[in-house]
């Protein structure tokens, strides 16, 4: 041991220099420096990345302009909710809608011969109240009643229908059908009640 410490006492300044700038070279060579093909493979891998960065940009570009769609979309939907809820009614019942078909009968000249309330079915925003109505009189009268309750924006509505001929009286003809009222259902409400 003290011959190697001897050794280096020895070495001068010039020596102890070079054996510093041989050992920091080897050192950077060997632990720090990529070769060439470290270098290429890291390229390209940023490459790679940057692809992928791209892409993922383009698809979260397409992703936002379809929400803004979406947004619109929804907005106009909802003015077209609040429209439609303004003008149906939230006080329209069944016994309403049979009292309006007495009226449209009466106008329309036509004799009724049943009518009974339906189960009503609730939707997300509205309420449909059905009620059958059996009903006799001329084919035109028939229509002139259909026509009536149609245009009539509660009920707005017949549906499954049938129009057969009397067979007591030739020029009499019998509807059986459903009339349709809708009821707009007040949010508020139902959003307490659950």
Do not use: H
């Not at 936002?64 to 303004?86: G, N, R, T």
């Amino acid at each position: 041991m003290n011959q190697v410490l001897n050794r280096i006492i020895e070495l001068t300044m010039q020596k102890v220099l070079f054996f510093g700038l041989v050992l920091a070279g080897s050192y950077y060579f060997f632990f720090t420096y990529d070769t060439y093909n470290n270098l290429n493979a890291r390229q390209e891998a940023l490459l790679r990345d940057i692809v992928k960065e791209k892409e993922i940009q383009k698809d979260t570009d397409m992703t936002l302009k379809k929400e803004l769609e979406v947004k619109d979309s929804v907005a106009a939907l909802s003015q077209q909710f609040e429209k439609i809820a303004k003008s149906l009614p939230t006080v329209l019942t069944q016994s309403d809608i049979m009292a309006f078909v007495d009226v449209f009968a009466k106008e329309a000249a036509v004799k009724v011969t049943a009518k009974s309330p339906l189960p009503s079915a609730k939707m997300e925003v509205i309420e449909i109240l059905p009620v059958n109505v059996t009903l006799k009189g001329t084919y035109f009268e028939i229509g002139r009643f259909i026509q009536r309750v149609s245009v009539f924006e509660p009920i707005t509505r017949v549906s499954d229908y049938k129009i057969t001929k009397d067979s007591t009286n030739s020029g009499i003809y019998q509807f059986e059908g459903r009339i349709l009222g809708y009821r707009s259902l007040d949010l508020k409400q139902e959003e307490v009640k659950k």
